[in-house]
C-alpha cells in the first residue's frame, strides 16, 4: 500500500493542466492503486485526481462510498452534459472548506478503464458531480475557481 502526499492549495502543481495518457501499462496502473490507496486513507474523500497527488496525468479515481466500488478513469471526457445544479463540495486538496458549485446534473463520460478498455458512463446526482469536479483538477480547476460561496467547513464529530 502507498499513500502518496496530497497536495493542497497554492501548489502550482494543482494549477497545471495535465497529459494524456498514452497506454495503460504497469506504471500506469500502479498509479491508480497508489491514487486508490489514498482516496482510501484520507477517510472522507471520494475522488482523487493525479495532480493532487503530484502526478501531472489524466487519472482519476472515485469511489462514492454507496457499494458500486471503485472507478478508475484514464483520459475521462464529458462527451454530453444537461441541466443544472447547485451542489456544496468540499477537496482534499483545499481541506477545511467547502463551497457551493454550479455543475450541470447529468453528464456522458467516455475513458479508458485501468484494464486499457474504452467505457462509457452516464452519470446524475453525486456521481455527475463528483466526476466534473475530478476532471477539473485535470484542467487545473479547483472547485473554489467555481464557487458561488466558500465557507468553513463545519468540525467533525
Do not use: W
Request: charged share 25%; with cysteine.
Amino acid at each position: 500500500m502507498a499513500v502518496l502526499e496530497i497536495h493542497t492549495a497554492g501548489d502550482p502543481v494543482l494549477k497545471t493542466v495535465c497529459a494524456p495518457v498514452a497506454r495503460v501499462d504497469k506504471k500506469i496502473k500502479r498509479t491508480l492503486k497508489d491514487m486508490a490507496d489514498t482516496l482510501y486513507a484520507s477517510h472522507n474523500g471520494i475522488g482523487l485526481a493525479a495532480p493532487q497527488v503530484g502526478i501531472l496525468k489524466r487519472l482519476i479515481v472515485i469511489d462514492l462510498q454507496d457499494g458500486t466500488g471503485l472507478r478508475e478513469l484514464v483520459n475521462p471526457v464529458i462527451t454530453n452534459k444537461e441541466g443544472s445544479q447547485i451542489f456544496t463540495e468540499g477537496c482534499l486538496s483545499v481541506p477545511n472548506f467547502e463551497g457551493d458549485v454550479e455543475r450541470a446534473e447529468y453528464v456522458e463520460v467516455e475513458y479508458t478503464d485501468g484494464r486499457g478498455q474504452r467505457q462509457f458512463l452516464k452519470a446524475d446526482g453525486l456521481l455527475a458531480v463528483c466526476l466534473q469536479h475530478e476532471m477539473d483538477h485535470l484542467d487545473g480547476i479547483l472547485f473554489t475557481d467555481k464557487a458561488v460561496t466558500i465557507m468553513p467547513k463545519a468540525p467533525e464529530d
